[in-house]
C-alpha cells in the first residue's frame, strides 16, 4: 500500500497563496488515481480536487474551480494542490489521498490511502 505523506499548509491572508505537497513511498503513484480532500472543524471531509493517473484529466469541486490547480509528478511520485486567491472558508486540514477507482472517484469512501494532512488557515 502507497504511504503518503502531506506538506506545504500555513497560515496565508485572504487572496494569498498555498502549494501543498504529497509525497508518496512505498509504491509508484503512476498506478493511483489521486486525490486532495479537506476537513474543516465539526464538517465532514469534502472533495477539492482529484486527477488521472497521467495527469491530464483533473476534476475539482465547484468551490474550488479557478482558484486550485491539482497536478502530479510520477517521476517524482510526488502530487501537488496549488491554492490561489485563498479564501477564510478554505480553512481546514488538507488531505491528499489514492485510489484504483476509476469512475471519477470524489467519495472519501472511493479513496483507501491517505496522509495524515496539512492544515491550511485564511485569515479575513
Known amino acids: 500500500q502507497v504511504q503518503l505523506l502531506e506538506s506545504g499548509g500555513g497560515l496565508v491572508q485572504t487572496g494569498g497563496s498555498l502549494k501543498l505537497s504529497c509525497v508518496a513511498s512505498?509504491?509508484?503513484?503512476?498506478?493511483?488515481?489521486m486525490g486532495w480532500f479537506r476537513q474543516a472543524p465539526g464538517k465532514e471531509r469534502e472533495f477539492v480536487a482529484a486527477i488521472d493517473r497521467g495527469g491530464s484529466a483533473p476534476y475539482y469541486a465547484d468551490s474550488v474551480k479557478g482558484r486550485f490547480t491539482i497536478s502530479r509528478s510520477n517521476l517524482k511520485n510526488t502530487l501537488y494542490l496549488q491554492m490561489d486567491n485563498l479564501k477564510p472558508e478554505d480553512t481546514a486540514t488538507y488531505y491528499c489521498?489514492?485510489?484504483?477507482?476509476?469512475?471519477?472517484?470524489?467519495?472519501?469512501?472511493?479513496?483507501?490511502?491517505w496522509g495524515q494532512g496539512t492544515q491550511v488557515t485564511v485569515s479575513s
Open positions: 512505498g509504491r509508484a503513484i503512476s498506478g493511483y488515481r
Open positions: 489521498a489514492a485510489t484504483t477507482v476509476v469512475n471519477w472517484p470524489s467519495s472519501p469512501d472511493e479513496f483507501y490511502s
